[in-house]
């Protein structure tokens, strides 16, 4: 069983940067496919970013394309999300998943495709 554990979330100014981490543990032995999804009070999950297995392949919602980086580190069991540029629309809870079943190699834009989940950090950017 894989344990996720998000941190880094902060109040930030519009304009501003942060980068917010992901750690696994338990079995992590094996690598996973892993993405972001961020939910806003009153509105669904949505999918943020998304790295392959090895980190060779990443897929971004438009709205953060050119703002938003997703890597990876497999030897620290880590995923990160490099954040520039923060709009206020993008205040939510982050949360990272993992996907530990399948095997599958690309990533990934749908949440029912992850089995395990972080607790989530909240990201507030200020006007």
């Known amino acids: 069983q894989v344990q996720l554990a998000e941190s880094g979330g902060d109040l930030v100014q519009a304009g501003g940067s942060l980068r917010i981490s992901c750690t696994a543990s338990?079995?992590?032995?094996?690598?996973?496919?892993m993405g972001w999804f961020r939910q806003a009070p009153g509105k669904e999950r949505e999918f943020v970013a998304a790295?392959?297995?090895?980190?060779?392949?990443?897929v971004y919602a438009d709205f953060v394309k050119g703002r938003f980086s997703i890597s990876r580190n497999n030897a620290a069991s880590t995923v990160n999300l490099q954040m520039n540029g923060l709009k206020p629309e993008d205040t939510a809870v982050y949360y990272c998943?993992?996907?530990?079943?399948?095997?599958?190699?690309?990533?990934?834009?749908?949440?029912?495709?992850?089995?395990?989940w972080g607790q989530g950090t909240q990201v507030t950017v200020s006007s």
């Open positions: 998943g993992a996907d530990t079943k399948s095997g599958t190699f690309r990533p990934s834009t749908i949440s029912s495709d992850y089995d395990s």
């Open positions: 338990g079995r992590t032995s094996s690598s996973y496919r």
């Open positions: 790295i392959s297995k090895m980190g060779g392949s990443l």
